[in-house]
């Protein structure tokens, strides 16, 4: 399995994007939040984080392998959950991808079924039972990407993730939780345990 591929692309057009890896020439789909920002490396070497799948009608002897390229393994790993929910899979995965992963795990989080439903292809139906999959697991999403689609800081998710929890057990809400924890993030420091980042946060909020 292709797990990360790394070329120049050649071209970006709608959901496909052309990759020239030595002498060959690879097409990698893209989500549409990811071709916003490949466009601008057309003749710049990239690196993506892929997901292979095969494509076709097994019964009938035809399957194509294809390809779908993210920018950050981060973003890999939401696409493979979101696909995971019932009647959405890799295409339509793809096509509702339109915002970027941060987004998109805020408004699981928020139980926001309206905000899910207006991303192409998810109706009320289907925003529901994403809702229902995974509210529980979105959090780190929301809190390791950033909107330039990149990971925040050197922080491992295991502590982002732990403290987070402790933030909501010391009876901080989710929304609270998270600007505390990006304006700790501010400092690009990095953080050995979630004593330290507690540390940083507090003294922080207590300097503003």
Do not use: W
């Not at 070497?45 to 002897?61: D, F, R």
């Not at 809702?131 to 982002?160: C, N, S, T, W, Y």
């Amino acid at each position: 399995m292709i797990t990360k591929i790394t070329g120049v692309p050649v071209a970006v057009v709608s959901d496909t994007l052309t990759l020239a890896v030595g002498a060959f020439e690879y097409e990698v789909l893209i989500p549409e939040f990811a071709r916003r920002n490949l466009q601008d490396q057309v003749g710049r070497e990239v690196s993506l984080h892929t997901v292979e799948y095969l494509e076709g009608n097994a019964m009938q002897g035809r399957l194509i392998p294809r390809l779908v390229g993210f920018l950050n393994p981060v973003e890999r790993e939401f696409f493979e959950m979101f696909c995971e929910v019932d009647g959405v899979g890799v295409k339509k995965a793809l096509r509702a991808m339109v915002r970027p992963v941060q987004e998109v795990a805020a408004l699981i989080e928020e139980q926001d079924a309206k905000g899910l439903a207006t991303l192409p292809g998810i109706g009320p139906a289907t925003a529901e039972r994403i809702i229902a999959k995974l509210r529980r697991r979105v959090p780190k999403f929301a809190l390791l990407v950033g909107r330039d689609a990149r990971p925040v800081a050197d922080v491992e998710r295991d502590l982002l993730t732990e403290t987070f929890d402790i933030l909501r057990a010391l009876g901080h809400s989710d929304s609270e939780a998270h600007r505390l924890l990006d304006g700790a993030l501010e400092k690009k420091a990095k953080y050995k345990d979630v004593d330290s980042l507690l540390h940083a946060i507090y003294e922080k909020s207590h300097g503003e």
